[in-house]
């Protein structure tokens, strides 16, 4: 059978857009094997019950030579399997893509952030070469732009810099039902806890979390249950040494199944984001998760998740910033728990009617079905 292939050397090989939506979801649709490469050390996976995962090897070593060794590892074995479509998950990727591109294959560049501004924001890069970074990956974009069969962002705002004739936008919205358990504790009977998912960061408001959790110390049962990786990592070392860290349940990173478990024992989910470039503009995967499992969020409030949060009426804004503000907003899912689960039922409602997975798998398909022969 001819085969596609999804590339990341960065992504983990369980990544809710690249494998959970759209691997799984292309496998099922089309009459070609779609497997999906990494680059993690842990192995293949050739299970005949999902999709093919084959392994590059571990990249764990600096960020320059990663971002040679990793195409060169790709390549090699692009080579030997032969796709008929490379479609490619990481910036860092883009020579290769050319390469491949001028080589006569197909490819597609699926762009989950808007990256010159994101690296604006990378904390690794001295400040004096973020803006030449920047730059010069705004114009490695434009130039693949011209070149890769299709681009596939994932909000419209990143869209808009690619053009339009070849672009289709894939939002992340969450699978329906995917992470609500018929099992789950009944709202009014959950503990007194929170969830946070997703990368634990400065700028995604890790140190204001754990600080609101301070202002709770009258309600000394309060946990927050926290799953992610740390970036970077020495920022869990920070964290724990603040006293309500003791208040916090940190939980690594969790399967699909484990999260959908997770969701279902908690109050509340918690996605309080700094009012960056990158951020305010976006549509945050976790906000929506959170709202499929039928829980309110505490969110940001951006003018944008403002129009979503408040006019479906299924969370509380909280300025992300101010740890005494998410603390307010924490003690009334407490305080109000049959509010809070009205709210919860109505944000579920609300990505069951248009933020879900099912129209945005029908581009990516139809987006396929135009690219590849049936």
Known sequence: MKKIIHLTTLHPRTDARIFVKQVQTLNKAIPYEVALVVADGIGNELSEEKPYIYDLGSLRIWRFCRALVGPARAIRFIFKKKPVLIHFHDPELIPLGLLLKMLGHKVLYDVHEDVPLQVLNKYWIPEVLRRPVALSMSTLEWLAARFFDAIVPATPKIAKRFPSYKTVVVQNFPIKSELLLSASTPYARRPLKFAYLGRIAKNRGAREMVHALGSLRHLPNVR????????????????????????VNYHGLMTRPEVAGLLGNVRAGLVVLSPTQNYVDAYPVKMFEYMAAGLPVIASDFPLWRQIVGGAGCGLLVDPMNPKAIADAMIWILEYPAEAEAMGQRGKKIVDEIYNWDTEAAKLINLYRKLIPS
């Open 224 to 247: 927050l249950e926290m799953a992610g990786r740390f970036d970077p990592e020495a920022l869990k070392d920070e964290l724990c040494i603040l006293p309500s860290w003791s208040a």
